[in-house]
């Protein structure tokens, strides 16, 4: 009997413990169920990573009542893991791993197999007594996955209670909740792509709007600049024209004001020392780096005066042709995401196309114009030389006459003299009257005759400078009496000696500086400027006089301001300069004179030239 009763006083032992043990085990399980959907709860829906760790390890701490955990991502450029967030993890720990990397964990190894472990020992965690914040001795903590559909993220690393240790049980919950981790990091940042995605593909289908329409080099910098501050979220844009590393034009600044460059700017990057840049112009690479204070390529006195920490230098190159160079920088170190250089390299590409695009369309532009006005010239000579040669002989058939009649008055004068004083006086005038309208129809006659040669030119080379300086002389007694002051003044750099027809210019001059005179008969002052400007020699006679009608095309045979003008003049002048390959252009304000301009090119002579017909 007595044996038969404590049989079953143990079996009902045995029943209590294993109850005991079971609601122990249900209890855990609910705790970590409940664990489980607070992390899924708290994590659900968000797009920032970062925020999703810290939220998960505050509630798989908070509710295992555990103080460290810390998790490692694996980095989407190189594949190595990096610390992306921690709680109760000791400041030494952190330093050590910033400095020297993770070093010999078992990490590496269960990012790899993506089977969770517990690191027991310092043979498994060498760094093991340095981790916990507070405590400086070994503590085992269970290193599970980050993964899911068998492809890992991370690692989750959340240690134990000094001196214990997890059951398989609790080794597999981690390895639960580190799957459920990873699905939300997962979905966060397809979110974020698809998102960036999105918002990249509006942002490039407005540059390509922006850029394809004007084909204006600025508008196309102007939008390039913006869509890259918009889409990548950097601080600076500066794009640089030129292939040349040694003249690189700085076309373009976008964001935050730049310490040193100025739009306008000419850079040359072997001064600055600047090796980097100068690659990626050279050699048509891009280049990206994640911190500038620390990459051996770059001058970081430079980066340093330039206040740049991150940056992607792109070169910009179409049709084989480099172009110049598209620079993104940030100012607190970055990494680069090969979506985020995907994105730079479409914008340096479409940037490359629109910039060559509008360089072709401007030289298209260019050569039509100059096409219409090598026309112009063309039409203007022909007219010119038919209405020279019917010029040349009216003046012959009317300067015949005007000598005959100019002999008459000689003779008429001769023959009244001897008649009484009050008649020979009366006749005298009327004579004077006569010879002064031939005396002005002659005139007339000259400048036709002038008009009918003017195609025949002698080439020598002459200093323009010093013709202008003779025709300021030549006119100023003129000038003076008629109370206007004449001035002479230097532009641009000097002139070098030209290959043309001075007497020929010259005339141009004088009819010029002499219109400007008689637009003035109250008085007034006129300028004469000259020198080498873009390239061509140029003359400017301008006057504060009351300017030209509005409308009027004074270089237009007959065409006149003046009374007693013939409206030769200027057309004489026009078709000298035209001769001489030459432009000439006429402004004016109504009130505020009129400004003539002559523009010769700078060269030499054709082989053979001289008299030139």
Not at 24 to 41: C, G, N, P, T, W
Request: aromatic share 4%; net charge neutral.
């Amino acid at each position: 009997m007595a044996s038969q009763a404590t049989g079953r006083d143990r079996r009902h032992t045995e029943c209590e413990e294993r109850l005991r043990e079971l609601a122990d085990r249900v209890r855990k399980r609910s705790r970590e169920l409940a664990v489980l959907a607070e992390v899924a709860a708290r994590i659900h829906g968000q797009e920032d990573v970062a925020g999703i760790l810290e939220t998960a390890l505050q509630a798989i701490l908070s509710g295992l009542g555990l103080q460290t955990a810390w998790v490692l991502l694996e980095d989407e450029r190189d594949g190595r893991l990096h610390l992306a967030a921690h709680r109760g993890v000791s400041g030494a720990y952190l330093k050590t791993v910033s400095e020297h990397g993770l070093g010999e964990c078992l990490c590496r190894e269960v990012f790899a197999s993506g089977k969770g472990v517990q690191a027991r020992n310092t043979t498994q965690c060498p760094r093991m007594p340095t981790i916990v914040d507070g405590l400086e001795q070994p503590v085992a903590h269970a290193c599970v996955p980050l993964a899911f559909d068998g492809t890992s993220r991370g690692v989750l690393n959340v240690a134990a209670r000094p001196e214990e240790q997890f059951s398989e049980e609790e080794l597999s919950f981690l390895v639960t909740v580190g799957r459920q981790v990873c699905l939300a990091v997962e979905s966060a940042r397809h979110l974020k792509a698809e998102r960036l995605y999105n918002q990249e593909a509006r942002a490039l289908a407005a540059l390509t709007k922006g850029i394809g329409e004007p084909l204006d080099p600025e508008a196309v910098l102007e939008a390039v600049g913006q869509t890259a501050l918009e889409v990548l979220r950097v601080d600076r844009v500066h794009i640089l024209l030129g292939s040349d590393a040694r003249q690189l034009a700085v076309a373009n600044l976008a964001g935050l004001p730049h310490p040193e460059l100025r739009k306008g700017q000419v850079l040359d990057l072997a001064a600055l020392g600047e090796s980097l840049h100068r690659r990626a112009l050279e050699e048509q690479r891009r280049f990206d780096i994640e911190d500038w204070r620390k990459d051996d390529r770059v001058n970081k006195e430079l980066a340093r005066r330039w206040a740049g920490a991150s940056g992607v230098v792109l070169p910009l190159v179409a049709r084989k042709k480099t172009l110049g160079l598209l620079v993104l920088t940030c100012t607190s170190p970055r990494r680069w995401t090969e979506d985020q250089l995907d994105v730079a390299d479409a914008l340096a590409s479409q940037a490359s196309v629109a910039l060559e695009n509008a360089r072709l369309y401007e030289k298209a532009r260019r050569a039509y114009r100059e096409l219409n006005e090598a026309q112009a010239r063309i039409i203007q000579s022909e007219k010119m030389a038919v209405v020279g040669t019917f010029a040349s002989g009216l003046a012959h058939e009317v300067r015949n006459p005007l000598n005959s009649i100019a002999l008459q008055l000689s003779i008429l004068e001769r023959r009244t003299a001897p008649l009484p004083t009050g008649v020979a006086g009366e006749i005298k005038e009327l004579v004077g009257v006569i010879r002064e309208e031939v005396r002005r129809l002659d005139s007339l006659v000259g400048d036709f005759l002038q008009f009918s040669r003017s195609n025949r030119l002698q080439f020598r080379p002459t200093s323009l400078d010093a013709l202008l300086d003779e025709v300021m002389r030549l006119l100023r007694p003129e000038a003076r009496s008629a109370g206007v002051t004449l001035r002479r003044q230097r532009i641009g750099t000097p002139i070098p000696d030209l290959r043309v027809d001075p007497e020929k210019v010259k005339s141009v001059a004088i009819n010029l500086v002499r219109n400007a005179i008689e637009a003035m008969p109250g008085g007034g002052v006129v300028v004469v400027e000259s020198g080498l400007v873009d390239d061509r020699a140029v003359m400017v006679v301008r006057d504060n006089g009351p300017g030209l009608p509005d409308g009027l095309d004074v270089f237009q045979l007959f065409v006149t301001t003046k009374a007693q003008g013939t409206g030769l003049g200027l057309s004489i002048a026009q078709q000298i300069v035209l001769e001489h390959g030459g432009e000439i252009a006429a402004q004016s304000e109504r009130g505020r004179g009129a400004t003539f301009t002559v523009s010769l090119p700078v060269e030499r002579e054709p082989a053979g030239a001289g008299e030139h017909s």
